[in-house]
């Protein structure tokens, strides 16, 4: 069931003791009516965080971390290329698939994310996720933080980038 409120968020929607949000509602012909029972609420999560990505040329002036790794830039320094963040709720989770776009300093925020469990992944460019997928979500296991939000919640998470060739 795809429940998408003007504001605020699906925490639950059941049928019959179905679970709508993991179970698809199957109805016999000539099926009695059930009642549909949904409940929204407004107490979103925050998530901020910055993309780890690879150093610039050497001709780029930045803020390195060590290890080959940039996580600001400063001055006349080139920015980051398009950076996408993907908050993929985990199986069984209460989160909402939600994407977004980095800053050119690789800052970025999520002001209204539901509360759940969620893998962050970062790419250099837009990515078509399977995330309903099982199988084809473990090709990222391991490749970006696990993060569990409560509601009301603010998280600060880093990120590495992942390189479309990988």
Known sequence: ??????????A???AGGVDLLRHPLVVAPGGSSLAINVVLRD???KLDGSVEGPSPPASNAGTSTGGGRVTSYSGTAAPLPGLFVFCVPLPDSTGRFTETQAAPDGSFQVQQLPPGAYRILAFD???ELEYENPEAM????GKGPVIRLAPGQTEHVRVSLISSTE
Do not use: T
């Not at 069931?1 to 699906?10: A, F, S």
């Open 1 to 10: 069931m795809n429940i998408r409120p003007y504001w605020g968020y699906v």
């Open 138 to 141: 473990r090709a990222y296991e």
């Open 43 to 45: 107490d979103f999560a």
């Open 125 to 127: 460019r837009r990515q």
């Open 12 to 14: 639950s929607a059941d």
